[in-house]
């Protein structure tokens, strides 16, 4: 069965450049997160989305970041303006609708290196 | 989110039982220890939580102090392929939507 799909896999960029990184969740699953985990750190949670509520935003570190998710399936994470601090493994998670929380299927991450 | 300490590496024989430890003294009653674990260039995988009792499952077993003040991850009979960093979180259950894990233990698993 397919997992948590993310593209691309490695995505270098210029400082400045803005970048889209896509997260294909499991079919069916309306629960979705975004993290990254810089070099050396543990993972930062960045966004959820759950069915058609709103949001939970409260882990995005500056206002480039944004994310959307389309029809409740499709997101992408955005990256206006990045810097050099933004490298790290961007990593999406889906959960099923009533699982528990700890029954979240993490994808293989996007590597964003901004040079 | 209360903060967890773990030695920042650890090897196993193959074959022998590996115990990965992890001291979260600030660990508040509702909150949850969680253990995930990281193979190279994959997602975390859900491993094993527990509250209070001691908790197994077809990966591993949870053993929490009777104070809640630290815990032990046992993977039974390590393979090659349990070679990974493990992390250990505390968690509420009702708490927020965010997951973060410290830098985890790099367990090393020898031929």
């Known amino acids: 069965g397919a997992g948590v799909s993310q593209s691309p896999s490695n995505k270098v960029t210029e400082k400045g450049k803005d970048v889209e990184l896509r997260c294909d969740p499991i079919?069916?699953?309306?629960?979705l997160y975004w993290y990254r985990q810089s070099l050396g750190q543990g993972l930062e949670f960045l966004i959820y989305?759950?069915?058609?509520?709103?949001?939970?935003k409260s882990g995005l570190p500056s206002d480039r970041f944004s994310a959307e998710r389309t029809g409740g399936s499709v997101s992408t994470l955005t990256i206006q303006r990045t810097q050099q601090e933004d490298s790290a493994v961007y990593l999406c998670?889906?959960?099923?609708?009533?699982?528990?929380?700890?029954?979240?299927?993490f994808g293989p991450g996007t590597r964003l290196t901004v040079l | 989110d209360a903060k967890t300490t773990q030695p920042p590496s650890m090897d196993c024989a193959e074959g022998r039982a590996a115990n990965l430890p992890c001291n979260h003294s600030?660990?508040?009653?509702?909150?949850?220890v969680y253990w995930y674990r990281q193979i190279h260039s994959q997602g975390p995988q859900y491993i094993i939580h527990?509250?209070?009792n001691n908790e197994t499952n077809e990966m591993a077993s949870l053993i929490i102090t009777e104070d809640r003040k630290s815990s032990t991850l046992i993977l039974p009979h390590a393979t090659l392929r349990d070679t990974a960093v493990y992390y250990c979180?505390?968690?509420?259950?009702?708490?927020?939507?965010?997951?973060?894990f410290g830098t985890g233990t790099r367990l090393t698993v020898i031929p």
């Open positions: 998670a889906s959960r099923r609708q009533g699982a528990r929380f700890s029954e979240q299927f």
């Open positions: 079919s069916g699953h309306t629960a």
């Open positions: 989305f759950q069915g058609n509520s709103a949001p939970d």
């Open positions: 600030t660990i508040s009653g509702n909150e949850y």
């Open positions: 527990g509250l209070k």
């Open positions: 979180i505390v968690r509420d259950q009702t708490g927020a939507n965010n997951l973060f």
